[in-house]
Nanobody, 120 residues
Framework: QVQLVESGGGLVQGGGSLRLSCAAYGSIFSSNVMGWYRQAPGKQRELVASITSVSGRNYADSVKGRFTISRGNDKNTVYLQMNRLKPEDTAVYYC??????????????WGQGTQVSVSS
């Protein structure tokens, strides 16, 4: 099993910045991918950004150039730096983890979610 502990989020004015953090604990395989998804009211959950254990990154088109995903030195923590926030970025943000090997291959794990609200 893998546990995810999220922090960050909150309320910010449009144009502002926030940083989300997510630490993974437990049965972590050396090859894995961590990411952030978000879900706005009445909408489906969507991928915001992801990063592999070898730092391959993927971003949603809507956040490219504004958001940056990175890993901590321990490799088991992921950060999402969100700049130039817009009201349409308002959503609950969820951390996601997936092993890319080992006995828990491709099992999805989710954090509890953290609210990001951007005022206009």
């Amino acid at each position: 099993q893998v546990q995810l502990v999220e922090s960050g989020g909150g309320l910010v004015q449009g144009g502002g910045s926030l940083r989300l953090s997510c630490a993974a604990y437990g049965s972590i395989f050396s090859s894995n991918v961590m990411g952030w998804y978000r879900q706005a009211p009445g909408k489906q959950r969507e991928l915001v950004a992801s990063i592999t254990s070898v730092s391959g990154r993927n971003y949603a088109d809507s956040v490219k150039g504004r958001f940056t995903i990175s890993r901590g030195n321990d490799k088991n923590t992921v950060y999402l730096q969100m700049n130039r926030l817009k009201p349409e970025d308002t959503a609950v943000y969820y951390c996601n983890f997936m092993n890319l090997g080992g006995p828990l291959y491709r099992v999805d794990y989710w954090g509890q979610g953290t609210q990001v609200s951007v005022s206009s």
